[in-house]
C-alpha cells in the first residue's frame, strides 16, 4: 500500500518551471511536516524544502528565492513549485512526511519513492 503519492517531475530546459505534489494516505490523520528531499547522481541526499503544520518554512540556500513550498492540510498535499530550475536541480525528488496513524502512540518518518526531475542546458 502506498503511504505517499508523488506525482510532476519530468523533463524541463534551463530557466524553466515544474511543480510538484504529493499526497499523503488517508491512514495518515495527523501531520506535523511535509517537505521535499532530492539526491543527485554521485550526491548525497539534501533538504530541498519543508513546511510544518503551523505553516513555517524551511529552504536549503540553493534554492531560496526560487522553490515556494506551500500545503493543503485539508488534502494532505504538499506542494513544490519550481522557478527558474538550473541544470543542477537535476535530481530525484523524495516527498517526506512526519506524521501519526490513528492507531499509533507517535510520529513516524514517512518517504515517498521519488519522482525524477530533469533540467537541460
Known amino acids: 500500500q502506498v503511504q505517499l503519492v508523488e506525482s510532476g517531475g519530468g523533463l524541463v530546459q534551463a530557466g524553466g518551471s515544474l511543480r510538484l505534489s504529493c499526497a499523503a494516505s488517508?491512514?495518515?490523520?495527523?501531520?506535523?511536516?511535509m517537505g521535499w528531499y532530492r539526491q543527485a547522481p554521485g550526491k548525497q541526499r539534501e533538504l530541498v524544502a519543508t513546511v510544518t503544520s503551523g505553516g513555517s518554512t524551511n529552504y536549503a540556500d540553493s534554492v531560496k528565492g526560487r522553490f515556494t513550498i506551500s500545503r493543503d492540510n485539508v488534502k494532505k498535499m504538499v506542494i513544490l513549485e519550481m522557478d527558474s530550475l538550473k541544470p543542477e536541480d537535476t535530481a530525484v525528488y523524495y516527498c517526506?512526511?512526519?506524521?501519526?496513524?490513528?492507531?499509533?502512540?507517535?510520529?513516524?518518518?514517512?518517504w515517498g519513492q521519488g519522482t525524477q526531475v530533469t533540467v537541460s542546458s
Open positions: 488517508r491512514s495518515i490523520f495527523s501531520i506535523n511536516v
Open positions: 517526506y512526511v512526519r506524521g501519526m496513524k490513528y492507531y499509533s502512540g507517535g510520529y513516524d518518518d514517512y
